[in-house]
């Protein structure tokens, strides 16, 4: 029986990282929608809460090209990260599914020699250079029909001005919907109807965007009865 994405979240929720049920779920669903002969690649992997998901709901045959430098302290990165991490993939049991790619996302674009990719999962450094790195180099590895997600989407000022960047006018990356931060792209061509119904969508979350902003910047800042104005809910997430 292929595991369920109650399964696969049992496993992943115990992982420390940054992801909401919802959110897994999405990740969860798309990897099961992996093509055969094509892979799955995380940028970003931390100890593995994304990659146990991914590579829980990918089809028996698929596998996940996990990325990740494993030293970035933004996110107490260093070797007890890289152990934690294969730790946990072995807990849920994907070890064998899974192949790591100890690097920078754009080492591991320049380099790849692997299937087309499926599925791509960008969870990186969140900055402009880097998230523009991640789009450019692996667009041109992604197949016909391929789903790109980004998370921090609309929380991360670098990520979303590179989201602007590459895909508002796009010609071959729509704009399918969000889960909150994590965005939903597809890779196929658009005809202008289609271009302008995806900007759109972008556009219809910046308001969101702006507001997450803004809680952030009062909670560093230390105004909580701003930040509590900007919130819709008691302790919203920022992702
Ligand atoms: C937000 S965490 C990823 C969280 C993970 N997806 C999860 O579910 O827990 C960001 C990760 O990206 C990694 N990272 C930073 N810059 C990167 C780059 N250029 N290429 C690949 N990984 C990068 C960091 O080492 C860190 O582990």
């Known amino acids: 029986m292929p595991p369920t994405f109650e399964d696969a979240w049992s496993i992943a929720n115990e992982v420390d990282g940054w992801l909401l049920e919802r959110q897994g779920r999405a990740l969860f669903e798309a990897a099961g929608r992996v093509a055969s002969g094509s892979v799955a690649v995380e940028i970003g992997s931390h100890r593995g809460?994304?990659?146990?998901?991914?590579?829980?709901?990918?089809?028996?045959?698929?596998?996940?090209?996990?990325?990740?430098?494993?030293?970035?302290?933004?996110?107490?990165?260093?070797?007890?990260?890289?152990?934690?991490?294969?730790?946990?993939?072995?807990?849920?049991?994907?070890?064998?599914?899974?192949?790591?790619?100890?690097?920078?996302?754009?080492?591991?674009?320049?380099?790849?020699?692997?299937?087309?990719?499926?599925?791509?999962w960008v969870d990186g450094a969140h900055d402009l250079e880097s998230t523009l790195k991640?789009?450019?180099?692996?667009?041109?590895?992604?197949?016909?029909?391929?789903?790109?997600?980004?998370?921090?989407?609309?929380?991360?000022?670098?990520?979303?001005?590179?989201?602007?960047?590459?895909?508002?006018?796009?010609?071959?990356?729509?704009?399918?919907?969000?889960?909150?931060?994590?965005?939903?792209?597809k890779v196929e061509p658009l005809n202008m109807l289609q271009r302008i119904s995806s900007a759109l969508g972008i556009a219809s979350q910046l308001p969101f965007f702006t507001r997450m902003i803004a809680i952030k910047l009062a909670r560093r800042r230390g105004l909580h009865g701003l930040e509590r104005r900007f919130m819709r809910e008691d302790n919203e997430p920022l992702i």
Do not use: C
């Not at 990740?68 to 064998?96: C, H, I, K, M, Y």
């Not at 006018?169 to 939903?184: H, M, Q």
């Open 49 to 120: 809460k994304s990659a146990v998901l991914i590579a829980m709901g990918l089809p028996e045959s698929n596998r996940l090209t996990a990325v990740d430098p494993f030293d970035d302290p933004r996110w107490g990165g260093g070797p007890e990260s890289l152990t934690l991490f294969q730790e946990n993939l072995a807990q849920a049991g994907v070890s064998a599914k899974v192949d790591l790619f100890k690097g920078l996302s754009e080492e591991a674009s320049a380099q790849w020699a692997g299937q087309p990719v499926g599925f791509l």
């Open 134 to 185: 991640d789009f450019d180099g692996w667009l041109p590895h992604l197949t016909r029909g391929a789903e790109l997600y980004v998370h921090d989407a609309f929380s991360a000022v670098g990520t979303t001005r590179a989201i602007l960047r590459r895909f508002l006018f796009s010609s071959n990356v729509r704009y399918i919907g969000s889960e909150r931060t994590l965005a939903k792209f």
